[in-house]
């Protein structure tokens, strides 16, 4: 893989590929995802999940140099601020699952190597904005029914261990399998984000059995409702934060867990010891001081 940058000044990423099976492979499944999507414009269908365009790599051209063959695509620009909330990771979900229900039932191509290396974050501007999410490498996809190109020799390059579905043998892709290796990859990014909903969306991901496993399209419907769901929480969260009640609003969730234990602590010595000047200390201990004030503390101690 190497880097360069064309006369327009636009970043470019030039893949040559050692053996040339591979790389025949992947440029005929981008020539593919091109023809769908040019048939799909001339017949104006109606699509259920929308475009491809800026969802996937962006191929600038194909070819080969002395046999071997050459992929050029538009290089993507990372956002520099990761997935880091609960919200950020629903609406990466329902960006990621909404290109594979595109690929899935409106291309019929499985990706086949879903992981956190193969989608690049373009845009995340923080809660409150849309997420942009591109999908690269498409040297493991495969068409979603056999008969699709019979005569056409697949040369793929397998999935990943640790996101490949225990079924697809690292070879056998499918919509299912994209599922499994979304969920894999969600569980992976989620490490340090907690959220119960959409960890139990992940495990339904992650069902040993692909016909348990939920569409993409489901998925993207399910990742929908624990985004509306959390951001009706804070709403709440900032409606009660502005009532100045200690254990409420959008400064409470701002905190660090281990500061949220000492705000309980130090509510549960207000109440027993009936006092306040051991809960300042508390939470001048914790660093939680800058928003939490005794007095507010003393006044919702049986709230």
């Not at 492979?25 to 104006?44: C, D, G, K, P």
């Not at 999935?159 to 399998?177: F, L, N, R, V, W």
């Not at 992940?202 to 985004?227: C, F, L, T, W, Y």
Request: aromatic share 6%.
């Amino acid at each position: 893989m190497a880097r360069a940058t064309n006369a327009a000044g636009q970043r470019l990423f030039i893949k040559v590929f050692n053996d040339a099976r591979c790389g025949r492979h992947e440029i005929m499944i981008h020539s593919l995802i091109l023809y769908a999507e040019q048939l799909h414009n001339q017949r104006q269908d109606s699509r259920r999940h929308g475009r491809l365009d800026g969802r996937i790599t962006k191929v600038i051209w194909t070819g080969e140099c002395d046999g071997y063959p050459v992929l050029v695509m538009k290089a993507e620009q990372e956002a520099e601020r990761p997935i880091a909330t609960p919200i950020q990771l629903a609406k990466f979900a329902q960006e990621v699952a909404t290109t594979l229900a595109i690929l899935h039932d409106d291309v019929t191509i499985a990706h086949g190597d879903i992981k956190p290396y193969n989608l690049v974050v373009t845009k995340n501007d923080g809660d409150k904005q849309p997420i942009r999410v591109v999908i690269c490498d498409f040297g493991s996809a495969d068409t979603v029914y056999d008969d699709a190109l019979p005569d056409a020799p697949m040369h793929r390059t397998g999935g990943t261990k640790g996101y490949s579905a225990p079924e697809s043998d690292g070879y056998c892709t499918s919509p299912e399998s994209d599922v499994y290796s979304l969920g894999a990859t969600l569980r992976q990014v989620m490490r340090y984000i907690k959220c119960k909903s959409m960890r139990a969306l992940i495990a339904r991901m992650m069902d040993s059995i692909p016909e348990n496993r939920p569409h993409a399209r489901d998925v993207v419907e399910g990742a929908k409702a624990i985004q509306m769901e959390l951001e009706t929480t804070r709403k709440r969260a900032d409606a009660a934060d502005k009532t100045g009640h200690p254990l409420c609003g959008d400064n409470y969730m701002r905190l660090l867990p281990f500061q949220r234990k000492a705000v309980c602590l130090a509510i549960t010595f207000a109440v027993a010891a009936d006092g306040a000047h051991i809960v300042y200390w508390l939470l001048n201990k914790a660093g939680a001081t800058v928003w939490v004030q005794p007095a507010r503390i003393w006044q919702h101690r049986f709230a």
